[in-house]
C-alpha cells in the first residue's frame, strides 16, 4: 500500500499491526466465525445499505430473466426496517456503526452513516435528517463541496489520511445517487459537478483533501475514471423518484 501512496496518506503504522492482528486471529480460528474470537465486531451502516440496494438489483435481474425477485425484495425491506431499527441515531441525523460486543452505537460520525441515504423508502424524516446533516458543518467542506470520510469537526479529523478525512469519489458517487433516489435533484447536480471537477483536477486521484481539493493516495485510480465515465454519460442513473429503487422497482408492497 505504501508503495503507491505517501505514508501521511495511509494508516499508521499502529492501524496496520491492528489490521494484521484481526486477520492473523481470523486465519487461526479457520476464518470460522463461530470460533473466531472477534473482539472487534460491528454492524456498519454502509455495508448494510449496499446490501439492500445489491438485493434490487438482484430482483431487478431475476425479472429481466423472467424469474420471480419477490424473494430479493422482501430481503431487501427487511435490510431497510432493520438498519433503521438498528443503527439509525436520530439526535445524531445519521446512521452509526454499532458495537456488537456492547449493544451500543460508535460515537463517531463518518460518511459510512450517510450512505444508507443510497436506500430507497427510508422513512421521510430519516431523509430530511440525513440531507441536514450532509449540508451541515459536520460534512460540508466548502472549498470543494466533496464529502469528508469523516467528520469534519470531530477531533480525530485529519485531511489527508485515509479514512480519518479525505474526500472519497466512490463515496461521493454513492451519495449523488442516493440524493437522485430521494428527489434531491439539485444537490444531486452539485456533487455530481464537483466530482467531475475534483477528479479531473486531481489527475483522478483515490480521494482528496475535503479543504483544498489537493489529489491524496493513488494518482490515475481506475474507479475514479469509472465512477467520471458513469457520472458523464446518460442512461439508467438519471433521476429516480422517491418510492422506487435505483433500477426502478416499485418497492411500496415489499416495505408494508
Known amino acids: 500500500d505504501l508503495d503507491h501512496g505517501h505514508p501521511a496518506d495511509r494508516p499508521t503504522d499502529l492501524d496496520y499491526g491492528r489490521y494484521v492482528r484481526l486477520a492473523t486471529e481470523y486465519r487461526e480460528a479457520g476464518y470460522d466465525d463461530r470460533t473466531a474470537p472477534h473482539r472487534f465486531a460491528v454492524e456498519d451502516p454502509s455495508f448494510n445499505a449496499l446490501l439492500a440496494v445489491s438485493e434490487l438489483a438482484l430482483a431487478a435481474m431475476s425479472r429481466e430473466l423472467g424469474r420471480p425477485g419477490e424473494r430479493h425484495t422482501e430481503r431487501a425491506a427487511a435490510l431497510t426496517r432493520a438498519l433503521v431499527d438498528r443503527l439509525w441515531d436520530a439526535e445524531a441525523g445519521l446512521f452509526r456503526v454499532r458495537d456488537l460486543h456492547t449493544g451500543t452505537h460508535v460515537d463517531e460520525r463518518s460518511v459510512s452513516g450517510l450512505v444508507p441515504l443510497l436506500v430507497p423508502h427510508l422513512p421521510e424524516d430519516v431523509v430530511r435528517s440525513l440531507h441536514a446533516t450532509l449540508t451541515g458543518p459536520h460534512f460540508r467542506a466548502p472549498a470543494t463541496r466533496l464529502v469528508p470520510s469523516y467528520d ?9 489520511r485515509y479514512w480519518r ?3 472519497w469519489f466512490n463515496t461521493a458517487w454513492l451519495i449523488e445517487r442516493g440524493l437522485r433516489t430521494h428527489g434531491l435533484r439539485q444537490d444531486a447536480e452539485v456533487l455530481r ?3 467531475l471537477a475534483r477528479a479531473g483536477d486531481s489527475g483522478f486521484a483515490e480521494y482528496v483533501d475535503p479543504g483544498t481539493g489537493a489529489a491524496r493516495g493513488t494518482r490515475h485510480f481506475s474507479w475514479t475514471a469509472a465512477l467520471t465515465l458513469d457520472l458523464l454519460s446518460p442512461g439508467p442513473a438519471a433521476d429516480h423518484p422517491t418510492g422506487s429503487d435505483p433500477t426502478g422497482h416499485d418497492l411500496t408492497e415489499a416495505q408494508s
Open 193 to 195: 459537478a464537483d466530482f
Open 165 to 167: 478525512g479525505p474526500a
Open 152 to 160: 469534519l469537526t470531530g477531533p480525530a479529523f485529519d485531511p489527508t
